[in-house]
Structure formats: C-alpha cells, structure tokens
C-alpha cells in the first residue's frame, strides 16, 4: 500500500474520511474543506450525527479538488480515546472502505488523533490481511484492499505522525509475514523453507547467522530434536540468528527462543481428527522469531538478541520415536517418553541447552506448548511461566500496552516433582494427573533445561490461531507474543 502525507487534498480520487470525537463536533483542523465543515455541521443540527464511537455520516460532493464521497466517522468521548481503541476504530474504517468497494482513501488527522497514529494504523493495515493467498481465479473473489492511503494533516504535526506511519507499516508488514508463515500449510513452509527465511533476513540486515542440520545436532547430541523428527524424511534444523543493537557490542544477550513444529501429527499418540487439521501451525514460536529479526534493525532496537529456532517435523513412520523411548539431551539430562505428542518441549529443551552456551541475560521461550493454557486463559491471553517474577511482569506489562496479552500461571513444585521418572531422569509428560495444570507442566519441564538462568515461558497455545478474532484481526493465525516480545525489546 501506498501511503502519503501531505496539507490538503490534491484528488477527487477515493474516499475522504473525517474522524470527530464526539465532544470536538464544532472544532476543525485548519486545513479542513469548507463544503465538510458545513455538511457536519448540518447533521449536528439535525440531530442525525453525534459523534459516538463507529458512528458514521455519509455524503456525496461535487466540489473542485474534493473527493467525491466524503465519510463522517465517530470516535466517540476523546477522555475514553486509548490506544486500543485507536486501533479499534482504524479497523472499523478499514473495513467500511473495503465495504464501499474503495481503494484509494484519504484521512482528515486531528492533533487528537495523532496521539495514537501508530496505532490507528495499525488497525487499518491489520485489517487489510487476506488469508486466501494461495486461492486462484477458480474461486478467489474480487478484493477491495486498499492501494493508496493519503493522510491529510497539519505541517505543524508532519514531523512526528511520519515517524509513527512508518513505525506502523514496519509492524504491520512483520505481523502479516508472521501469519503468512503460520497459516501457509507445511507442504510449503517446512524446515527448509524457515531456514532459507532465516538467510535471507540475516542476509538483508547484516546479522550473524547458523543453521545447523542433522550432522551438525549429532554432534551436539541434541537428542530431543533428533527424536522429535525421526519420522521426517527432511533434515531437522535448528536455526540461530544474532542482532547486536546495544551500544556495549558485549553486552549479554536476550535469548528468544521459539519452537518450530512445521506439523505435528501428534507422532504415534496421533492427534484426534478435529486438530490434526490445523497442526501446520504449531511453528507460531519460530515464525514470531522470525518476525522479530525482520524489523529489530529498521526499528533500532537498543539491545543484543539472539534468536534460537529447531525446526522439525513430527510425522509417524517406522524410523519416528515412540512411547517409552528413553532418549539423551544435549544437556545430559535423560528423558523417559510417556507421550509423542508432547513434542515440543523436547525440541525446546536442547534449543534451550544451546541457549544458554551464550551466557544470555535472559531466556525467553515462546511455543504452542499445550492446549490446556487456551482451558485456563482462553484464547485472548498468553500464558506466562518462568522463575523470574520481575521479567515476567516485564513482559506482562509489555502485552497489557500492545493488546498481546499474557498472564502468569504458577510453578509449583508438586507439577514439578510430576516431571519424574522412575526409569529417566525427567519424562516429557506425567500419567497419573495429566489432565490437570497442563500448562504447568509442559513450562516445568522446559525448566530442567534452564540451567540457572533467568528464564520465562510465553505458551500462545491457545492464542496463536484463532477463529474469533479482535476488531483488527482477521481468522486464523494472529502472531500472538510478536508485539508483546517487541515492546519489551524497545523498553
């Protein structure tokens, strides 16, 4: 999408939308059409516009150097005007212009409205996404996404509503690269292909790249991620990619990590037939990973990160692992398997192993862990997990300002002690209680690889994909943990 600023309008071309708040209906912008001023306030006298929140005035005009159609919207009460609310209202407009068929839309920006830009247009971008890419001219219907978006605004507020549009489109390209990965199937976003986006970033940003293959893990005795992909005819990988941003060049780095389960049958605990269907998404951690190294350098994030993402394929045949297979670490550690489909915390541990080799500040995990975070929290919070209450607050706080929300679920130590194994060191998922505090226990498990470090766990198990999704969002996958991840980096 083209985007633009400038004083006045210079087309008749599109659409020309007005934001008012409700208690600002006789107060214009110094560069506002007159022909507008006297159609508001027309209705204002008629009682027919108010100005409440999503309240729309529509009208035609015939005037010179004036958009032809020209569109009241309501932003309601401004004391009541948050950033969520801003990128609320953005989608809403977002979504009338698509209605009205309109590609090309211009937008009246109030110093109001410039308090939240970067969020409002986020929520016009966001609401932009197709996830029908793949469709063909068999049965793809005609689309009315926007081509070109003119902000129209005071010379006096150019300077900063730049920075925030700029701010917005990086953002809002990242989130739609993280969904394209996670809603794309695994017949075209395999461990290959993550590799070669991992190269390419790493090429276009200047970062330091490693991706190691199945020779390279045998080395290292990544046990987990050798298992977890036995069944796979393609190499498993485990990616890692470095951005030094902090002044201190050697400055401890902030370690992410994300699992990358390209599709998980469930291996021979094979997943009942109303989830297997979606399992294409269960890379969602590394995709967010990735999403975070493609903006990290254009945003000027002041700190040092490395990223760490296996990257398998969790299939049944002959050669895959099985219940009571007892496998080695790259820690050391033993790991008895009671259960194939708790794949993910395996692959997590060894990646997590290699984290630490880095002597990182912290250790941040992010995963489609387990389904019992989505019976805990739903679908609209992240669960948290770790044993560190500061960054996890940190990282609570972050979610709470972006609308990527995360809350904190409890380590205890009974679902610790649940982890062991009479014939291992550790199992992968216990027997007797596994129904209970799943969550838990998948995050108790990851932190017998921790190894002392400070550490916490983002499950996006039931966030990740969703079919009911937010104002701004469209179905499907909605790169849930990337803004959240993003804020604390910008702190």
């Avoid at 809002?172 to 690269?177: F, L, S, T």
């Avoid at 290959?192 to 290292?220: F, P, Q, S, V």
């Avoid at 021979?268 to 969602?284: R, V």
């Avoid at 940190?394 to 649940?418: I, Q």
Wanted: aromatic share 8%; with cysteine; charged share 30%.
């Amino acid at each position: 999408m083209k985007i633009e600023m400038n004083e006045k309008l210079k087309s008749r071309k599109g659409l020309l939308i007005t934001p008012i708040f409700e208690n600002y209906l006789d107060r214009f912008p110094k560069n506002y059409p007159d022909i507008t001023k006297k159609f508001l306030l027309k209705l204002v006298k008629n009682k027919e516009f108010w100005g409440h929140s999503g309240e729309i005035g529509f009208s035609y005009a015939d005037e010179e150097n004036l958009s032809d159609k020209i569109l009241l919207f309501g932003f309601g009460k401004i004391k009541n005007y948050t950033s969520k609310i801003a990128r609320e209202l953005g989608a809403k407009i977002g979504k009338e212009a698509i209605r009205l068929k309109e590609k090309n839309i211009s937008i009246f920006f109030s110093k109001e409205l410039a308090k939240y830009t970067e969020e409002f247009m986020e929520g016009i971008l966001m609401i932009q996404y197709d996830i029908g890419k793949l469709k063909t001219k068999y049965s793809k219907k005609e689309r009315y996404d926007l081509e070109s978006l003119n902000i129209l605004v005071e010379k006096s507020l150019l300077k900063n509503i730049k920075k925030d549009l700029e701010k917005a489109k990086i953002i809002a390209d990242a989130i739609e690269y993280v969904k394209d990965l996670v809603n794309n199937p695994s017949n075209f976003v395999d461990m290959d292909y993550l590799a070669d986006e991992a190269r390419k970033i790493a090429k276009e940003n200047g970062y330091k790249i490693n991706i190691l293959g199945n020779k390279e893990l045998e080395k290292l005795n990544a046990g987990g991620i050798l298992a977890v992909n036995s069944g796979s005819e393609k190499e498993a990988k485990l990616i890692f990619l470095e951005y030094k941003g902090a002044k201190n060049k050697n400055e401890k780095p902030i370690a992410i990590v994300g699992k990358g389960v390209v599709f998980d049958t469930g291996g021979y605990n094979l997943k009942p037939f109303q989830h297997i269907e979606t399992m294409h998404q269960d890379m969602a951690g590394c995709a967010v990973v990735l999403g975070l190294f493609k903006v990290m350098k254009k945003l000027g994030i002041k700190k040092n990160v490395i990223g760490i993402t296996p990257s398998v394929a969790n299939m049944v045949n002959e050669k895959a692992f099985k219940p009571s297979d007892i496998i080695t670490m790259m820690s050391g550690l033993t790991v008895e398997v009671t259960n194939t489909d708790a794949e993910g915390r395996l692959i997590l541990g060894d990646a997590i192993t290699y984290a630490a080799k880095f002597d990182p500040k912290n250790i941040i995990t992010i995963a489609t862990l387990t389904g019992a975070v989505a019976l805990a929290l739903g679908d609209r919070y992240a669960g948290l997990l770790g044993n560190n209450t500061k960054l996890r607050r940190e990282l609570m706080k972050a979610g709470k300002e972006v609308d990527d929300l995360g809350w904190g679920l409890p380590l205890h130590s009974d679902y610790k002690k649940a982890m062991d194994s009479a014939v291992a060191d550790i199992r992968n998922r216990d027997v007797e209680t596994y129904r209970m505090a799943g969550c838990s226990k998948g995050a108790a498990f990851l932190e017998k690889f921790v190894e002392g470090n400070t550490w916490c766990h983002i499950d996006i198990g039931g966030t990740a994909f969703t079919d009911s999704p937010k104002p701004y969002q469209t179905r499907g996958a909605t790169a849930h943990g990337f803004k959240m991840l993003l804020r604390y980096l910008e702190k």
